[in-house]
């Protein structure tokens, strides 16, 4: 008995070290298609590729002859990480974060400025504002829900942000973020904000905007960590909360519950999904080959069809999915100034995490 | 410099591993971390205080770091009261089906965090098993009963006795039976005889485990935030938000070193009631520790009743997460079973993407790797900084603390920022992008827990062995070999066991260290379950888990083996061929009981 598992021990103690030793490829590494010598191998830093993306996309960009590896992270990982490795990079494209993300990005000098061939296919507005380091790819409402079974109708729903806190019946009836790590929570927080603007003011915002901000984290109730807001729409703990336009429909249908999306006259903060070249890449060419194959309208409509977005590709909507793209154009954006948001952001949650989380 | 230092500085081998050592915690334990908080507190050359200022005026910091100590306190109180009866329970005392209760107590083992949260909501959450059977029973029960600082500790202290599980029983085995068989014919009561004779021989190691309870409570995150309710919540959370934000590091960090601070001021207090004891028995003939039956009826049937309340208290969470993990989202939210809501769609989606298991490859390999590493590291080192007690090995003993001190992520964040590019310290390479530096990372991270384990083996093993060991002519070297490791053996078992088992799924160091084509198991659970996709992934995690729990199942087998027998059969030290004195070897360390000379000069 001792001496069968000191053998196996042994074994595999000597066979992990030999692999370690060897550094032998990966399955994963090996994984890409078209093994001839013209295959571009990139490293790819993503948020946006879990939930089977990231497997669909590599072996689309298999068949073009691009061989790719993820690092899959969530947004604010993916910013530390490539701002951590600015000295000696390890990514060469990176993709998938919001404007916010990429204009901090941008300021640190992370990104190479890179004008992709279908540049002007696409609403250069959306992406970097001043210059040609990051161009948009897909668009994004972030939304109010609520659960369509708490209402009598329409009118008696919450029409816009501010009615959670200043109207009594929806005071503890609907969901806010326990902390503001995630990239929808930050969207939220800056479309709030953004109405308050006031360059005299704390961080750039009026007292108004701050009591607001107090008594919207005051009425709300905590998410709770590892419990969907839908889950708890069911269980009716809360009747609307925050959620992003693909998370919708397939929640809808895990929890049996119906929800609404709330239009306001305003408009709701649009996430756009951005693509950048990393400074300092070794594979500058390839990469560049890569934007410009993932950013054109044959592979942004595909992707559209296979994970419900739309494209901000003109020449891809065409082939887009219908549903994605009349959802998000039923939504008025809202005008925000991503650079002042880009500015402020961190404050703001720091300041919001210590002031009005949990009070 | 006093006289230990000048003995300590005599002997060739320590004086080259220990200069090695001194490079180690220089350049990867203090250098990067000096690195990161220079950049964090003096980005521009001046030092504010505005941490300090921003952190007491919120009511929220200041609230957290308050619930946070309480919890830190009142766990080195629950935990040590479960942990120390389920440790005699299961070896102390002779009860009914002991090894059965020592499968359900060490189930603790093999799973931990929010996953361990979550299989205790399925049972004393708004849609548990005993808050749906308590509704029907009393309907005036608010089903959200479970929450708040009680159930915040009460989960805490039925997932946080795994240290107890596993070096009390190893320190318990040194006990001398003859020493208890003594008391009981001076006629004193088995009470006493445990608070007299049993207790003392323990205490190194109980001081151990409440450190590890305390900081483990300090740094609560997993079970605050899910049941701790608006008025419970603690620092942790706060503290990993601020690290991932650039501009808020210092927020982090002071209240990080805070935590810290607290950690290393209860070490020095409990080193210092520590110092000066004699822990262990000393009798002629050291003879193993035999169960002791419960003479007083009453009792034995209490100890019974308790102990398997108990056993179904923690058998019953883990149970509950298999089963749910073989349903949907909606099924885990309800908490309502019928036959039709099993599904095998969770693990067919797991088991069948083609990267799955690469990364469980990775991460055992890294693990093992580690692991080793640390273990064989720190059998030295706690072996000088016990045997030279002086300011040097004091100084280092402290350094060696540094990564309790910070938050992993931020000295994740501090190996990147510093050897991004080219240092002298390393030999003028860059180490970004290598397989090295997470292994350093790993290592470092599990450095203090391992250290602190082992000094306390350490303090337990008699003087008068490596004594005898020396008169016989044996050497240093030999004499730590075959008289010193077997005696230390079973605890380094399992604090590797424990360290490999927490590498496997370990996140904060990896999300920034990990080579992009080696990227651990951690990254792919967290992405699977991270919710930025489209599907809501509740289901994924627990079935990450159960797969998790059967690897870390399989890793204390080999580590226990059949070392889980609860004494019944004692294996008695082969006399090795060649050796004329019986000198205990690594393959009886059955207990550690039986791993003493069974012959005294």
């Known amino acids: 008995m001792k001496s069968v598992r000191k053998t196996i021990t042994a074994a595999a103690t000597v066979l992990v070290t030999g692999l370690m030793a060897t550094g032998c490829t990966s399955p994963v590494a090996a994984g890409g298609q078209g093994g001839t010598g013209s295959t571009k191998s990139l490293v790819v830093y993503s948020n946006s590729v879990s939930d089977g993306r990231g497997d669909w996309l590599k072996k689309e960009a298999g068949k073009a002859g691009f061989k790719l590896q993820f690092v899959d992270l969530g947004g604010g990982d993916i910013r530390n990480r490539l701002l951590a490795e600015q000295a000696n990079p390890i990514a060469d494209v990176t993709f998938g974060l919001n404007n916010v993300y990429f204009e901090n990005l941008k300021k640190e000098d992370v990104l190479a400025p890179y004008t992709p061939s279908w540049a002007g296919k696409v609403d250069a507005s959306a992406g970097d504002p001043t210059g040609k380091e990051y161009w948009p790819i897909v668009r994004e409402p972030v939304m109010l829900v609520y659960d369509k079974a708490a209402y009598s109708s329409p009118a008696q729903a919450p029409s816009d942000w501010p009615d959670l806190w200043t109207e009594k019946q929806f005071a503890k009836r609907y969901e806010v973020p326990a902390d503001l790590g995630g990239a929808t929570a930050q969207m939220v927080l800056a479309g709030i904000l953004s109405r308050y603007r006031d360059d005299k003011g704390d961080l750039g915002v009026s007292k108004a905007g701050w009591d607001a901000v107090k008594a919207y984290f005051h009425d709300g109730v905590p998410a709770v960590a590892d419990t969907d807001l839908y889950a708890r729409m069911a269980s009716r703990k809360v009747d609307a909360g925050q959620m992003w336009l693909a998370g919708k429909a397939t929640r809808e249908q895990q929890y049996k519950v119906t929800t609404e999306a709330v239009h306001p006259k305003i408009g709701v903060p649009m996430t756009v999904q951005q693509v950048g070249l990393v400074k300092g890449t070794k594979k500058a060419a390839d990469a560049k080959k890569f934007i410009d194959w993932f950013g054109s309208a044959t592979v942004q409509a595909a992707w559209s069809k296979q994970f419900h977005t739309m494209p901000t590709n003109k020449d891809a909507l065409a082939q887009a999915d219908p549903a994605a793209v009349s959802d998000t154009n039923s939504f008025t954006e809202q005008d925000i100034d991503w650079s002042f948001v880009a500015e402020h952001l961190d404050q703001w949650i720091e300041k919001v995490e210590l002031d009005y989380l949990g009070s | ?601």
């Open chain 2, 1 to 601: 410099m006093n006289r230990s230092a000048r003995r300590m500085l005599r002997s060739p081998l320590v004086l080259v591993a220990g200069a090695l050592l001194l490079w180690f915690v220089f350049a990867f334990l203090v250098f990067p971390n000096l690195v990161m908080l220079r950049e964090i507190f003096l980005p521009d050359g001046s030092f504010s205080t505005r941490a300090f200022t921003e952190l007491w005026s919120s009511d929220r910091a200041r609230e957290s770091l308050r619930n946070s100590f309480l919890l830190a306190a009142a766990l080195s109180v629950t935990v040590n009261a479960v942990g120390v009866f389920i440790v005699l329970a299961t070896r102390y005392f002779a009860l009914r089906g002991a090894r059965l209760l020592w499968l359900g107590y060490a189930t603790t083992l093999v799973y931990g965090g929010v996953v361990a949260v979550s299989g205790y909501t399925f049972v004393y959450g708004e849609h548990g098993l005993l808050t749906r059977l308590l509704v029907d029973a009393f309907p005036g029960t608010d089903p959200a009963w479970f929450s708040g600082m009680p159930a915040v500790v009460m989960v805490m202290t039925l997932t946080g006795t795994s240290y107890h599980l596993l070096f009390l029983t190893s320190a318990l085995g040194r006990v001398d039976h003859q020493t208890i068989e003594a008391a009981q014919q001076l006629g004193a009561s088995p009470w006493r005889i445990l608070r007299r004779v049993v207790l003392p021989v323990l205490k190194p190691t109980l001081f151990a485990v409440t450190v590890l309870t305390f900081l483990g409570g300090l740094t609560a995150f997993a079970a605050p935030q899910v049941i701790g309710g608006r008025d419970f919540q603690t620092i942790t959370p706060m503290i990993l938000t601020f690290a991932g934000i650039p501009s808020s590091r210092d927020l982090a960090a002071t209240l990080a070193v805070l935590l810290g601070a607290a950690t290393l001021v209860l070490l020095s207090v409990l080193n210092r009631m520590q110092a000066g004891g004699t822990y262990f028995s000393v009798s002629k003939v050291p003879s193993a520790l035999r169960r002791q039956r419960i003479t007083n009826p009453v009792a034995g049937a209490v100890v019974h009743v308790l102990a398997y309340a108990l056993f179904a208290a923690y058998l019953v969470p883990p149970l509950l997460i298999v089963v749910f993990s073989f349903t949907g989202a909606s099924t885990i939210a309800s908490g309502r079973i019928t036959t039709s809501s099993f599904t095998l769609a969770n693990y067919r989606q797991v088991l069948t993407d083609a990267t799955a298991s690469w990364p469980l490859l990775v991460s055992i390999a890294y693990a093992t790797v580690t692991a080793t590493v640390v273990i064989a590291l720190m059998l030295f080192v706690a072996r000088v900084l016990h045997k030279y007690p002086s300011p040097v090995t004091a100084a280092v003993e402290h350094l060696l603390h540094i990564p309790w001190m910070l938050p992993s992520t931020l000295t994740a964040l501090g190996l990147i920022i510093t050897y991004s590019e080219p240092r002298t310290v390393v030999g003028g390479t860059v180490l970004t992008g290598t397989l090295v530096l997470l292994a350093i990372a790993y290592v470092s991270a599990k450095i203090p827990i391992t250290l602190r384990m082992l000094k306390a083996a350490y303090a337990g093993v008699p003087d008068s062995l490596e004594e005898a060991a020396t008169l016989l002519g044996a050497g240093a070297w030999h004499t730590f070999r075959r008289v010193l490791l077997p005696l230390v053996l079973p605890t380094a078992a399992a604090v590797s066991a424990l360290n490999f088992n927490s590498l496997l799924d370990d996140y904060d160091i990896s999300v920034f260290l990990a080579h992009p084509l080696y990227q651990p198991l951690g990254i792919t659970i967290q992405n699977a379950t991270r919710n930025e996709g489209t599907s809501d992934s509740t289901a994924l995690t627990l079935v990450y888990a159960v797969l998790l729990m059967a690897v870390s199942g399989l890793v204390m087998w080999f580590v226990y083996g059949r070392r889980a027998d609860t004494g019944h059969r004692r294996r008695r030290p082969r006399p090795r061929p060649g050796h004329e004195h019986t000198a205990p070897t690594a393959a009886d360390t059955d207990t550690g009981a039986s791993a003493r000379p069974t012959r005294t000069v």
